[in-house]
């Protein structure tokens, strides 16, 4: 193996591979980058066994070949080169030289057949989807997914397809038992989520990262199979594996009969929520709302630091109420509602509070839950 | 007590009081403000016992008196009222009320008189210095302190008058033993550093923040007595307890006969140590300087990932010579020295090297002192 490459185009596609692999693993050739040679470019491949990422980069083939180094290394190196052509060869032992300016790096490798191979997709079966479709579709529920490893299946994010409405959309569902976000948008089908894939956190906060990196090539195409979900963008590829578990019954979670509506100025109502917080116990988070016609009274009390409470005059008629909610799962909703106003919609203090951008659409394309708490 | 005072300036007194208020403390007051009503002023006072600061804020006064509450907690709750007017006043049982729009806390206190009294200055000890040559003074030497518990008396940079050359200097020396950095710089005299001075590492590196903060100021005013430092900024006052310690002989340590020496560009040698050092092992740190006429090779090794090495052309006539330092000592020296070129002298692989700005001043008037290390 002996390329030549820029120095800027090797750190762009080593920074993508080295944020996915492994930094503490038992299997060492994890923690390392497969260089290949191909036609006219170079290979990146990298992968924890949860997500593999290969990206094509242009480089300069003087003899074909493969090698397997450290990615975290490499990537150290690259970043520290001037803006100049960088020069690799492979050498006995699977051994690398690197060549820069003036500089002159020799890397321990590993055999790179023992590399493990990425699943094989098919090009026929990848559906196109705007990646600001994509990319907004994961912002607006990854946050709501649990991070605890005695539930991996909630520890991710529900993909499917969904006709409510007779409209064919994309559906994303994420929940900790706690609180859950959902969101629907209208797409072209998707292969593979008919009866709905959950998606692991960190494959989702992946592909949004790569998304994001890679907004200007405007598409992404995607699909599943039983096992894997598989995702294009131009000539990047990223491979992760699905989640092998039962979702919870979401849709029953969805309160029906939440009767008192209460329509806030969200700014206002994060603002309000923000204050009234820091006095709330840094372990349960409660703020309490206390529902009076034309009003509603926030509070919340902490045993060490004192208490407070804020006002806001809001337009309800209905009988008077006390509910609690956790502060923080309440402000993380808000960040994800794009609305200036904000719906609330509430049954007792023992069942879960809804919120919706207003005005709603119906059938509803947002929903966020939270479960109640005693204050 | 009863007071108004505009939310920035509240915000910008509690910034620099909770910074140094204690979080971890067996003594809650510790983690607690003063706040002191004044002649239509606020004095917010806060001490680890370590460090105490005073700071005055234009405050309307309504009624004279104490209070002490939480300074962490004050400051999350002053962080997120709006731009407008806060109304304190105190309570039974020391507990404070604070009303801004419409939101309404009730902050719990301890007895004010508990809160430990700042040592007591004399206004007519105070030199004035430019606050540019004292934060210069501190960044530049600051860095080589020691942070660790066990050899106390280094953990901090030692303030001194120096006579040398005949002008009157003020020097600043620190030291953690593996390297050292000395700084001289012509000013007058302040009272209380003829024997030199330890002021701590935590201390002085408070003192640079505050000078940042209050750089528009331009002069600082400060003396020293057996025990402490003082600092006043404009109405801002900070004392600091010194290190109770013999500082090292440092002067037994500049080497006086290093008699190769080289000049390198600074930035150059700065990068070149960067990528070599990449290579290097975590732990160590060593780069290995293999120095010939007219050629330094720097290279590194690292039994998990190999090795890296870079040439520089320099002016050297004397015998070959192969010497070891720590990379990260050396870059964080190089990072303080201002001058386009820097000076490396050094004697043989067994003593320390020494870097200096080009040109050198005669006396000196700084000193970056790395000891050797095998390789």
Redesign the interface.
Known sequence: MNFEIEKKEFLRGLNLIQSITGRKTTLPILTHVLLETGKGCLLLTGTDLEIGIREELTAKIHEEGKSSV?AK?LY??VR???DQTIQIQKKENH?ITLRCG???????GLDPEEFPSLPVFQDEHFCELPISLLSEMIEKTVFAAASEESRYHLNGVLFLQNKEGGKERLRMVATDGHRLSLIDREAQKVRGIEKGVIIPKKGVLEMKKVMVDKEGIGTVAIYFDATHGFMKIGKFLMIVRLIDGDFPEYQQVIPKENDKKITLNKDNFY??L???S??ASERVEGVKFSIKSNGIEFSSYNQ?????????EVVYEGPSLDVGFNSRYLMEALNIIDSEEVLIEIKDEGSPGMMRPVPPADPPDQICIVMPMRI
Do not use: H, Q, Y
Not at 102 to 108: P, R, V, W
Not at 304 to 312: C, I, K, L, S
């Open positions: 450290s290394k150290e190196i520290e080169l001037p051994w003036k500089s002159l790096f020799n890397m321990a603002r309000c923000r204050r009234v820091t006095m060490d630091f004192g208490d407070a409470r804020e006002e806001m």
